[in-house]
């Protein structure tokens, strides 16, 4: 690299450089720049001390601005307390609510922003904002074929439905994974995703399952692998309706499921069990 001046082009302070030597902090203003291919590029936090921390005399437009520039930086922290100061300014405002509530309300507990996210919803005024702050919300839930599912069914419901839905998931938010895919299932049974998701929380009930019966039987998977099984084959027939790159996503699953020791019993017969449905 060659000799470079590491000065701050906003106050002339020096400008210390990280580990990596590709990040720069101006040790008077904190102003951040990016080092690549021997030039200095200044990077969008610019002067932080002064623009991002700072709020005496901030309105809540520029504290809504603060704080998604905190949020972009990672510091969710200080990102929240900025949005908490715009709504101790203006009480009713939806972006200010959505920012607080998803950088954890008021941070007391691990569901403390779901009461964020039904004061939010309460203030939209168009459907944009409904579905920003819903698809928000379900950010928090644990799987993305299930964030799917849901947001699926909210688009496709009429709007005076929408706020029910928006209030069974919200509730479900931290519950046991297998009582949300309960849910998904019940709102969206046409849904591939919410099968999917379904069959993969229970599918820690076939780990190291054999095979039952004997000559005259034949040797098939105990009842309860077989209720499992039967999840698998819903949410890949579901897929298949719907395209073949949904149906790749569950038999790419399925196979990777195969080369685990402790599921291959159980997906050898669902693999079978999946050839009669091609």
Same mark, same amino acid.
């Given at each position: /690299?060659?000799k470079?001046?590491?000065?701050?082009?906003q106050?002339g302070g020096?400008?210390?450089l990280?580990?990596s030597?590709?990040?720069g902090?101006?040790e008077?203003?904190?102003?951040?720049?990016?080092i690549k291919?021997?030039k200095?590029?200044?990077e969008?936090?610019?002067?932080?001390t002064?623009h991002?921390?700072?709020y005496? $005399?901030?309105?809540?437009?520029e504290?809504?601005i603060?704080?998604?520039?905190?949020?972009?930086?990672?510091?969710?922290s200080?990102?929240?307390?900025?949005?908490?100061?715009?709504i101790d300014?203006?009480p009713n405002?939806?972006?200010?609510w959505?920012?607080y509530?998803?950088? $954890?309300?008021?941070r007391?507990?691990?569901?403390? /922003?779901?009461p964020?996210?039904?004061e939010?919803?309460?203030?939209?005024?168009?459907?944009?904002?409904?579905?920003?702050?819903?698809?928000n919300m379900?950010?928090?839930l644990p799987?993305h074929?299930l964030?799917?599912?849901?947001?699926r069914?909210?688009?496709?419901a009429?709007?005076g439905?929408?706020?029910?839905?928006?209030?069974l998931?919200?509730?479900v938010i931290?519950?046991?994974e297998?009582?949300?895919?309960?849910l998904?299932?019940d709102?969206c049974?046409?849904?591939?995703r919410a099968h999917?998701a379904?069959?993969?929380?229970?599918?820690i009930?076939? #780990?190291?399952?054999?095979l039952e019966?004997g000559?005259?039987?034949g040797?098939?998977l105990?009842?309860h692998?077989i209720?499992v099984l039967?999840i698998f084959?819903?949410?890949?027939?579901?897929? #298949?309706?719907?395209n073949?790159i949904a149906?790749?996503t569950?038999?790419?699953?399925?196979?990777? /499921?195969?080369?685990?020791?402790?599921?291959?019993?159980?997906?050898?017969?669902?693999?079978?069990?999946?050839?009669?449905?091609?």
């Amino acid at each position: /690299m060659a000799k470079i001046s590491l000065i701050c082009e906003q106050c002339g302070g020096n400008i210390i450089l990280d580990d990596s030597h590709d990040i720069g902090t101006c040790e008077n203003c904190l102003a951040q720049f990016v080092i690549k291919q021997d030039k200095v590029i200044q990077e969008i936090t610019q002067n932080i001390t002064k623009h991002v921390y700072g709020y005496k $005399g901030k309105d809540v437009e520029e504290l809504l601005i603060d704080g998604y520039k905190l949020q972009d930086l990672g510091d969710d922290s200080k990102a929240n307390t900025k949005f908490k100061q715009a709504i101790d300014i203006e009480p009713n405002c939806w972006s200010a609510w959505l920012g607080y509530a998803s950088t $954890g309300g008021d941070r007391t507990g691990y569901l403390s /922003m779901v009461p964020a996210y039904r004061e939010a919803y309460s203030l939209t005024s168009d459907e944009k904002q409904e579905i920003d702050t819903f698809i928000n919300m379900v950010n928090y839930l644990p799987d993305h074929h299930l964030r799917s599912a849901f947001i699926r069914a909210f688009n496709l419901a009429k709007h005076g439905e929408r706020n029910n839905i928006f209030m069974l998931v919200s509730g479900v938010i931290g519950c046991d994974e297998s009582e949300i895919a309960s849910l998904a299932v019940d709102l969206c049974p046409e849904d591939w995703r919410a099968h999917f998701a379904m069959a993969k929380f229970r599918q820690i009930r076939v #780990k190291w399952c054999e095979l039952e019966g004997g000559f005259l039987t034949g040797k098939r998977l105990p009842n309860h692998a077989i209720e499992v099984l039967n999840i698998f084959v819903k949410a890949y027939q579901l897929a #298949k309706s719907e395209n073949e790159i949904a149906a790749d996503t569950v038999i790419s699953y399925i196979d990777e /499921m195969s080369k685990d020791g402790a599921y291959k019993v159980f997906a050898n017969k669902l693999k079978t069990r999946i050839k009669y449905e091609r």
